[in-house]
């Protein structure tokens, strides 16, 4: 079974990525480098990441922060995993702000964790893109999106494309000169030019996004 890389040269996906669009130039140049190689490289565990994605649901960072360091600190342990949650009952959850329906995650997180259904970071290595997103998806409260920022910012996969999420449609919407954002569909298939460096794309099509905003901003001062 082949073990996936995390990561991939950001300075060889740029160039790959400008030479199969030449729409990315003008951008890539008024951006910069974009790199997260950092975050790939250091240790993960698989079940904690997932219990904080649940816990950041719909929050802002800060509100989201502030819950998580209370249920960090009523289990005595800064790492989500099943024995860490069973310390705490679901009243003393939401005591600490924990949602009753991101409490059922929670518990439904713990329960597969123990029963070995979520795979381990080295198990995640040996797992292509859509076999980690069958795995961790039956989870309540992980939706694929979830599985996708883990796979593009923890285990650096070359090659995903979000197309669900709003910002990368609204950066491929001001990419391509157009009068709304793609749907999803349009978008995994203007998306096909971007293999297999997709995610690098999206990290580009986020900061073009971020660009509108800030000149938005900037015109209503």
């Not at 069973?86 to 939401?94: E, I, T, V």
């Not at 460096?197 to 990290?203: D, V």
């Not at 099509?205 to 209503?220: G, H, P, T, Y």
Request: glycine content about 6%.
């Amino acid at each position: 079974m082949a073990r996936h890389k995390r990561g991939f040269d950001a300075a060889v996906a740029r160039r790959a990525l400008v030479k199969a669009d030449p729409a990315f130039a003008p951008w890539i140049r008024k951006i910069g480098p974009i790199d997260y190689s950092s975050g790939w490289s250091r240790p993960f565990d698989v079940a904690d990441a997932l219990a904080r994605a649940i816990l950041y649901q719909q929050l802002s960072g800060k509100a989201a922060a502030t819950i998580v360091g209370r249920v960090e600190a009523a289990m005595a342990e800064p790492r989500f995993h099943h024995r860490t949650l069973a310390r705490l009952s679901d009243a003393q959850l939401r005591s600490c702000g924990v949602s009753g329906n991101k409490t059922m995650a929670l518990r439904d997180l713990a329960r597969r964790e123990k029963a070995g259904e979520i795979p381990d970071s080295r198990r995640l290595q040996y797992l292509d893109d859509d076999a980690i997103v069958s795995a961790l998806v039956p989870t309540r409260g992980i939706g694929r999106w979830t599985v996708e920022m883990m796979l593009m910012f923890r285990l650096g996969r070359p090659d995903v494309l979000p197309i669900d999420d709003l910002g990368v449609r609204q950066g491929a919407m001001l990419l391509d000169g157009l009068p709304e954002m793609p749907h999803p569909k349009a978008l995994a298939l203007r998306g096909r030019v971007w293999a297999p460096y997709r995610t690098l794309a999206s990290f580009y099509l986020w900061r073009i996004a971020d660009f509108r905003k800030e000149a938005v901003k900037r015109s209503q001062s």
